[in-house]
């Protein structure tokens, strides 16, 4: 099992595949299981990384990239989509992309019991208003997940969620 300090690679794997799926904008609520990937889209001069206050403001920012010509990701956490399921409704109405990488709480040696019923919903929910979800337990899901979710998103038009596992993330220490 990847260990949060030992780094694991996944997020070096995942930078890449978006970076070869032109991905140029990324979105995310500051979040430790998305750190390292938020670092490399932070440190790349050929993305524009907009850090949120609100995940709901990721989905509009999806909008406008879109509508822009850019094609974008929003990074968030499992509790993230319960702050902006009723947003979710702006990418299916309007029939653009929406791919979003979710690191999910709540399941696995989780030690903060707010955290469960939303990681409980998170599927369900995206699912109920239109979301397609993959999901994904080890790298090797992850990465072919986070390709076939942008070839699905930005070529088909279609509305994504990447579920990251917990037990992919390691056990969160505090």
């Known amino acids: 099992m990847p260990n ?3 780094g694991p690679d996944w997020p070096l794997d995942l930078h890449r595949v978006l970076k070869a ?20 889209f932070d440190e ?3 993305v524009v990384a907009n850090v949120l206050t609100t995940e709901e403001e990721g989905v509009a920012i999806a909008a406008g990239a879109w509508l822009g010509g850019q094609r974008s990701v929003l990074l968030m956490q ?9 947003m979710l409704s702006l990418s299916a109405i309007g029939r ?4 979003m990488l979710v690191t999910m709480r709540g399941e696995w040696a989780e030690f903060n019991p707010w955290q469960v019923p939303m990681s409980r919903a998170t ?34 038009d279609q509305q994504i969620a990447v579920l990251i596992g917990q037990r992919l993330l390691g056990r969160k220490k505090w």
């Not at 994904?136 to 992850?142: I, K, N, Q, R, V």
């Open 4 to 6: 949060a300090e030992e």
């Open 21 to 40: 799926a032109e991905v140029r904008q990324v979105a995310y609520v500051p979040d430790a299981g998305h750190s390292r990937l938020i670092e490399l």
């Open 44 to 46: 790349d001069p050929e």
């Open 78 to 86: 499992s509790s993230g989509v319960g702050n902006c399921i009723n």
């Open 96 to 99: 653009f992309p929406l791919l």
């Open 123 to 156: 599927q369900p929910a995206l699912e109920a208003i239109g979301v397609r979800v993959l999901r994904a337990e080890t790298p090797a899901d992850l990465v072919e997940a986070v390709e076939a979710g942008a070839a699905l998103a930005y070529e088909a």
